[in-house]
């Protein structure tokens, strides 16, 4: 088995990706909070929802991108690259490429 440079381009692409989610995420708390003072709670609680996905995707796909660099649990490191897609589609179907060009490099 080579060991070719896709894993890592993916895993760095996941993780650059997963810090946007999470700084996404973070940015939504906030904004959901200054409008929840100021509107009904629907409002405060669409904008936790939301940031709650963005957040738990965002780990995802950062912990997909660290099993890359590692090349482990190949199922984790695509389902990483296929929550990437939702931040940053370009990087996603890069990673998603790579992912699934490299299988056969992890255990």
Known sequence: MEKTWKPPVAGILNIISGVFGLIGG???VGVGIIIGNAMPDI???SFFVLAALLIVLGVLAIVGGVYALQRKMW???LAG???TTLFSPIM???AIIFT???KSEFE
Do not use: K, N, Y
Request: avoid cysteine; aromatic fraction near 16%.
């Open 100 to 102: 699934v060009l490299s």
């Open 81 to 83: 690259a296929i929550s």
């Open 26 to 28: 973070v940015f939504l």
């Open 43 to 45: 409002t405060f609680i």
């Open 92 to 94: 996603g179907i890069a």
């Open 75 to 77: 199922w984790l490191e």
